[in-house]
């Protein structure tokens, strides 16, 4: 899960050449919540990483060839994965598991007693497959039934201006060590990335992390043991100006949050399954997510076999991926890689990017009803809703490049609003529009590498409102989440 040995090299490179911003304090206050939640008021103030790392872990990698199943078993599992109901602590100061968490720091390394940074040689398979045998995969679900939607006009809205972005702040960290959560000590989550946010349900927000480390960890990246691809928490916090405090993780064991989407952590097979983004309609929960076979590839990009769609009827303790309901990565060009879906009247649109951070922004839609359903979907091309053509043949709406994809629906304002990083501006940048196939205004940057080197993401917190636009970020050499501020003028 160590990604690119490039990227990590660059933190060191960039660290030593800029020094932009290297530690810097975040600025969220104390506050209560629920029985034992929310931050520890003696924790110690949460600071950046320096970007020269204390550590810093160069993959080896090593050829491995290894027989792979066609697949994994295509239907849920006879039993549902474990999953308890853990109650932490009344005083949030207290660790649930200190005989977990709380282990004897280890003495520093000579590296560090003179001040450089300690590299670490660590071997990683890279694994070549063969067709094999492989579990028996069960009653394979019947696909669902062909449809043939219509070609319809969907012409474009005139271009808004672009927002205006004025004062931006670091508003809380969210996760690990010293966060306002405290996900360390509560659910050994000591590294993650991402915090992709949506509304599980009237009052409540859902939040899906990536790669997740526990015991061990140390940045840049997510080094450590007790990996997990994906972790999931919810919140019933509203206010968030001084952080987003999460009532509760999914959890497997006592202070342990659970992978909510396996993967293979075969690394050049499949190495990990990323959330893209998350959504619900009625009583059953969506994720987007992507296969990644390797992170091993040019710098700041990564390689797919596809993009696809899981559901959750339990109100997220257990998913499925539907079998069907995915877009193969066809020669490592295909769009709908990276994918942000959004509920909006009688449709679910998708906005997709293919693989890497590099590609242009496409659309596509499909009615409530069909989500699963591929062959209902319609592409936006050149100024209609078609299926002629499929995915491979969209009409950009935002030119590339682009990479972390958010969307949301702005109910108060009655506009669209997606946020991204765009890497040719070194940026997380917003726009907005009248229409979901735009035409996108200008683009405003809201947090650039100036003051954040390493970032990435820019994920929209759905009760943003009005002037006051919370997101998360994250970044490579704190490996963490953050939740930014931005006003709107």
Request: charged share 20%; aromatic share 10%; with cysteine.
């Amino acid at each position: 899960m160590v990604r690119r040995l490039f990227a990590v090299l660059a933190a060191v490179v960039f660290g030593a050449g800029a020094l932009v911003c290297a530690e810097r304090t975040a600025v969220a206050d104390p506050k209560g919540g629920a029985a034992g939640v929310g931050p520890c008021v003696s924790d110690p103030v949460a600071v950046h990483e320096a970007l020269v790392p204390k550590t810093l872990e160069v993959p080896v990698p090593y050829p491995v060839v290894t027989a792979v199943p066609a697949q994994p078993p295509l239907v849920p599992p006879s039993s549902a994965p474990k999953r308890i109901v853990m109650e932490l602590p009344s005083d949030p100061c207290s660790s649930p598991c200190p005989d977990l968490t709380d282990g004897p720091v280890p003495p520093p390394g000579l590296a560090s007693r003179l001040g450089i940074p300690e590299i670490l040689l660590s071997p990683k398979p890279f694994y070549f497959g063969i067709p094999g045998p492989g579990p028996d995969p069960g009653t394979v679900p019947t696909p669902p039934a062909r449809v043939d939607p219509p070609t319809e006009p969907a012409a474009r809205t005139p271009r808004r201006r672009a927002p205006h972005v004025g004062a931006v702040r670091e508003v809380a960290k969210q996760t690990g060590a010293n966060s306002v959560n405290r996900t360390d000590k509560r659910w050994q989550v000591d590294g993650t990335d991402l915090g992709i946010m949506w509304e599980s349900a009237p009052g409540e927000i859902a939040t899906a992390f990536g790669d997740t480390v526990g015991r061990g960890f140390h940045p840049p990246g997510g080094v450590g043991t007790d990996w997990r691809s994906n972790v999931l928490a919810f919140s019933t916090d509203r206010e968030l100006s001084d952080g987003m405090i999460y009532d509760r993780m999914v959890t497997d064991d006592h202070c342990h949050a659970a992978e909510v989407l396996s993967s293979r952590k075969l690394d050049n097979i499949e190495v990990t399954t990323i959330p893209t983004s998350g959504f619900a309609v009625g009583d059953r929960q969506y994720l987007s997510y992507m296969a990644i076979r390797t992170w091993n590839s040019a710098p700041g990009t990564f390689f797919t076999n596809y993009g696809g769609i899981a559901y959750s009827d339990d109100h997220g303790q257990s998913w499925t991926k539907d079998p069907y309901a995915r877009w193969d990565n066809i020669f490592g060009l295909a769009n709908f890689q990276v994918s942000a879906m959004v509920p909006n009247g009688d449709f679910v649109y998708m906005f997709g990017t293919p693989n890497t951070r590099l590609g242009a922004i496409g659309l596509a839609r499909v009615p409530k009803g069909q989500i699963l359903n591929t062959t209902a979907y319609q592409y936006w091309r050149d100024g209609n809703w078609t299926p002629t053509g499929g995915f491979a043949a969209v009409t950009p709406i935002v030119d590339a490049p682009a990479g972390e994809l958010s969307v949301r629906f702005d109910t108060a304002r009655n506009l669209w609003q997606m946020s991204y990083l765009d890497t040719a501006k070194a940026a997380v940048v917003v726009r907005e529009s009248d229409s979901p196939q735009g035409v996108w205004s200008e683009s405003a940057p809201t947090v650039t590498v100036l003051d954040y080197p390493e970032l990435y993401g820019g994920f929209i917190h759905p009760w943003s409102s009005g002037s006051d636009l919370y997101f998360n970020i994250s970044t490579w050499s704190d490996y963490n989440v953050y939740l930014m501020h931005a006003t709107l003028d």
